[in-house]
């Protein structure tokens, strides 16, 4: 009886047809390079936009990934100065996890790296962006603040219009009033200002968004950055 039994046991393994190893799958997807630079100076801890500039960064930003799942992305969070948190990667989920990390407690003020260093940012990004022939790359800075060194700022607009890499600007913060933030158990005031962001996308042949309360930013910033995979596609295989 118990050979019967086992024989009836094979005979329904059999049938079901077990494989062992591996499988591959392969597919041909039209691709390019994000780097996102997000700003994280103590200025993006005003709450003049819900919750509040920090936050709503991060939400964007991720925001924009998701609309965009071909895209490689690298993190590249800033003030005074940038510090790459992600290279590239495929790996969107792992992004996710990295933005949560991206406040202004990754830059002590003791050190001097407080401040907004957009400048610097966009040239780090553009070492990260090595370029690869036939691959659409992009620049997104996503700040609150004007970046007061222009011969940094200008430096990085000539670099990134000579490699031909857009540098896409996302404003957070409120520029018709100023908002209060505690530093040091003090109130201090700060402002929002946008026009370092307009200037770069504007010579690199991006645009630049204010961030709302809906998805209408992120939606005018993916539409757009469709143009960096148009004519590019790389084989993927898992």
Known sequence: QVLLWSGLAAAVIALAG???GQVEDKRVVRSGDLL?????????LASDVFPDRTRQARDKALDLVQRLPDLRVALLPFAATPVLRCPLTSD???????LDDCTPALFPSADGWQGTAIGRAVERGLEVLKPEAGR??????????????RAAVERATARA???????????IGDATRQAIITVAG??????GERETLDRIAAATGAISVNAG??????????SHLERIRSDSSIEERT
């Not at 659409?136 to 060194?149: E, K």
């Open 18 to 20: 077990p494989r062992g």
């Open 213 to 222: 309360a809906d998805a209408t930013d992120v939606r005018a910033l993916a």
């Open 36 to 44: 996102i630079a997000i700003d994280c100076s103590r200025s993006m």
């Open 161 to 171: 219009v000579e490699r031909g890499i857009p540098v896409y600007g996302l404003f």
């Open 136 to 149: 659409g790359q992009a620049i997104l800075v996503i700040s609150d603040g004007i970046d007061p060194d």
């Open 92 to 98: 969107h989920q792992a992004l996710a996890t990295m």
């Open 186 to 191: 003090k109130p201090v005031t700060v402002a």
